[in-house]
C-alpha cells in the first residue's frame, strides 16, 4: 500500500514545533510525504491511535485514487482507439478496457 501519509509525535517549543518521540510529545502530525522526499504537516490530534487511523484511512484514499487514475488512464490511451468516422472510433486493445475499469472499481484496498 502507498505510505504516502505518516504519523510523528511533536512539542511546540514556544518558537517551532518539532517532531520527537512519542513520549515527549504533546501531540502528534499527520504529514504527507511530497514527491522530493520533504514532509507537509497536515493536521494535528491528540492522540496517537487517532492519528494513525487517520494515516492509515489517508493512505488507503491515495492508493485508491491512484488504481483508479491509472485504470482511467489505461482506458483513454488513445494507441487503443482508431477513428473510424467523424465520432465513430473502435476499439484496438487486447484487454477490453471496461474490464480493466471494473476491476479497478472493485479492488479492495486495505
Known sequence: MNKKFFVCGVIDNGQECERVSDAEAK????Y???IEGTSQAIFDCDNRDNADLAAK????LSTRVSVLTDA?????????WCQRE?????????????????????????
Not at 27 to 30: K, M, R, S
Not at 72 to 80: A, E, R, T, V
Request: proline share 2%; net charge positive; charged share 25%.
Open 27 to 30: 501531540f502528534w502530525t499527520v
Open 32 to 34: 504527507e510525504l511530497q
Open 57 to 60: 484511512r489517508l493512505n488507503q
Open 72 to 80: 482511467i488512464s489505461f482506458s483513454m490511451n488513445p494507441m487503443l
Open 86 to 110: 467523424s465520432d465513430i472510433f473502435q476499439y484496438r486493445g487486447k484487454v477490453w478496457y471496461a474490464d480493466v475499469l471494473k476491476s479497478a472499481i472493485e479492488k479492495d484496498v486495505k
